[in-house]
C-alpha cells in the first residue's frame, strides 16, 4: 500500500504514523490506577468493533501513512477472536505488536511468531506477589512474571511497563533496573498519571528527576549512561555501565514529550481520540458502517489536535482533577 493523502498531519506538522487499537474494555487484572474501584461502564457489545470492522478500519490508516500498530485493551487477548484479528493485521506493511499483562500470552506465543511480533509491552508494575494482589486484586503474579521471562527466552523483545506510585513500588526502581544486568531487557519506568476515576495526586508521583538521582546514588553518577533517543520517542533511555539491558523514563507529567507525538488512539467501540488525555472523541465505526468515508473525519480529529496533552500546558491545568473527569478511564482508552 502507498500513501494516498496527508490527513495524518496536525497543525504543528505532526506526522501520525503510530496507531494503538483497543480491542477490549474488559481485563483480567484490577489494576488502581487504571481501573477505578466502582469497576467501569462496558460498552455494548452490538457497539464494539467486531474482527473484520478492526482490519478495515485499519487499513484505512495504513493506506493513509501509518506503519506501526499496537493493540492494546484492556487485556487485549482476552478477545476469543484475537488469532482472527493478529493474522489479517500482520499482512499489512506496518511493525505489528501489542501491550499485554501476560498472563495469557503463553496460549499466543506461535500465533505471535506466525505473525512477525518482534516484541510485546509486558505492564507488570512490582516484583513482590503481595504488592501484585495489592494493585491488581488478583493473585496472578507468578503466572504474570512467569510468562513475561518465557517471551525472553523465545526470543521476544520485551518492555517491562512499570507505573510508579510513591509509597507503593517506587522502593522496586533498583530491583528492577537490576534485572536489566544480564537480560536484554528494556524496563520503563512510566510516571502515574491522572484518568478520571484513579485517584490521582501529585503526592504519589514519583518524577523523572526521582528516578535518577536513586539510580545514581545506588550505582554511581559516573555508571549511567544515556542513551540517544530515536525520533517520535516517549521514553528517555538509559543504561547502567556493563548492562546488557537498559531503562527508560516515560515523564508524561514532569517532563512531557508531546511534541514528537506520532501515536493517535482507536477505541474498542470504535473512536479516535487525537490524544491520550483529550476529552473528546469521534466515533468512526458508525459512519463505517454505514459505508461513508472516514478519512476526513481522521483528517477533522488531527486538525483539532492541541500541542501539548489536549490543551493543558501547564502543571496547574494538568494537575486539576475536574479537566480529567470528563476523560475515560484508562482501561476503556486503550493506554
Same mark, same amino acid.
Given at each position: ?16 504514523? +503510530?496507531?494503538?487499537? #483497543?480491542l477490549?474494555?474488559k481485563?483480567?487484572l484490577r ?7 466502582? @469497576?467501569?461502564?462496558? $460498552? !455494548? =457489545? #452490538?457497539?464494539? %468493533?467486531?474482527?473484520s470492522e478492526v482490519? &478495515? ?6 493506506e493513509? @501513512? ?16 484475537f488469532a &482472527? ?7 499489512? !506493511?506496518?511493525?505489528?505488536?501489542l501491550t499485554?499483562? *501476560?498472563?495469557l ?5 506461535e ?5 512477525g511480533?518482534?516484541s510485546?509491552?509486558v ?5 513482590k ?5 495489592t ?5 496472578q503474579f507468578?503466572k504474570? +512474571?512467569?510468562n513475561a521471562r #518465557?517471551?525472553l527466552?523465545e ?7 512499570v507505573?510508579l506510585?510513591?509509597?507503593? /513500588?517506587?522502593?522496586?526502581i ?13 524496563? =520503563?519506568?512510566?510516571?502515574f %498519571?491522572?484518568?478520571? @476515576?484513579?485517584?490521582w ?7 523523572q ?20 533517543n ?6 528517555r533511555? +538509559? ?6 539491558g537498559?531503562?527508560?523514563i516515560?515523564s508524561?507529567? $514532569?517532563?512531557p514529550?508531546c511534541?514528537?507525538? /506520532?501515536?493517535? =488512539? ?5 473512536s479516535?481520540k487525537?490524544?491520550?488525555?483529550s476529552?473528546?472523541?469521534?466515533n468512526?465505526l458508525?459512519p463505517?458502517? /454505514?459505508?461513508? !468515508?472516514?478519512? !476526513?473525519?481522521?483528517? *477533522?480529529v488531527?486538525l ?5 496533552r489536549?490543551? %493543558?500546558?501547564? *502543571? =496547574? $491545568?494538568f494537575? $486539576?482533577?475536574?479537566?480529567? #473527569?470528563k476523560?475515560r478511564?484508562?482501561?476503556?482508552i486503550g493506554?
Amino acid at each position: 500500500m502507498s500513501r494516498t493523502t496527508d490527513i495524518l498531519r496536525d497543525t504543528f506538522g505532526r506526522e501520525h504514523t +503510530y496507531l494503538r487499537i #483497543s480491542l477490549t474494555e474488559k481485563c483480567n487484572l484490577r489494576c488502581t490506577y487504571c481501573m477505578p474501584e466502582e @469497576g467501569v461502564v462496558l $460498552s !455494548p =457489545r #452490538s457497539q464494539l %468493533m467486531t474482527a473484520s470492522e478492526v482490519v &478495515e478500519i485499519a487499513k484505512v490508516f495504513v493506506e493513509n @501513512g501509518v506503519d506501526k500498530i499496537r493493540l492494546t485493551g484492556g487485556e487485549p487477548l482476552l478477545r476469543k477472536d484475537f488469532a &482472527e484479528i493478529l493474522h489479517p493485521l500482520s499482512q499489512l !506493511p506496518t511493525t505489528l505488536t501489542l501491550t499485554t499483562n *501476560a498472563i495469557l500470552v503463553d496460549r499466543y506465543i506461535e500465533d505471535l511468531k506466525k505473525a512477525g511480533v518482534q516484541s510485546l509491552n509486558v505492564s507488570l508494575d512490582t516484583l513482590k506477589p503481595e504488592k501484585f494482589f495489592t494493585i491488581t486484586k488478583r493473585d496472578q503474579f507468578h503466572k504474570a +512474571y512467569g510468562n513475561a521471562r #518465557s517471551l525472553l527466552q523465545e526470543g521476544f523483545g520485551v518492555k517491562l511497563n512499570v507505573v510508579l506510585i510513591k509509597g507503593f /513500588n517506587d522502593d522496586e526502581i533498583i530491583d528492577f533496573i537490576q534485572l536489566t544486568e544480564h537480560q536484554n531487557l528494556h524496563v =520503563r519506568f512510566i510516571e502515574f %498519571m491522572p484518568f478520571d @476515576g484513579n485517584r490521582w495526586d501529585k503526592s504519589k508521583l514519583v518524577t523523572q528527576q526521582e528516578i535518577l538521582t536513586k539510580t545514581e546514588n545506588y550505582f554511581g553518577v559516573d555508571q549511567l549512561q544515556i542513551l540517544q533517543n530515536k525520533a517520535n520517542f516517549i521514553a528517555r533511555n +538509559y543504561q547502567i555501565n556493563g548492562f546488557i539491558g537498559r531503562f527508560g523514563i516515560i515523564s508524561t507529567v $514532569s517532563n512531557p514529550f508531546c511534541d514528537g507525538c /506520532n501515536r493517535i =488512539r482507536l477505541t474498542a467501540n470504535g473512536s479516535i481520540k487525537n490524544c491520550l488525555f483529550s476529552m473528546s472523541e469521534t466515533n468512526l465505526l458508525e459512519p463505517f458502517r /454505514n459505508d461513508e !468515508p472516514i478519512e !476526513p473525519i481522521i483528517k *477533522a480529529v488531527l486538525l483539532k489536535k492541541k500541542a501539548v496533552r489536549a490543551g %493543558m500546558d501547564d *502543571a =496547574r $491545568s494538568f494537575e $486539576s482533577p475536574t479537566n480529567h #473527569s470528563k476523560n475515560r478511564s484508562m482501561i476503556t482508552i486503550g493506554g
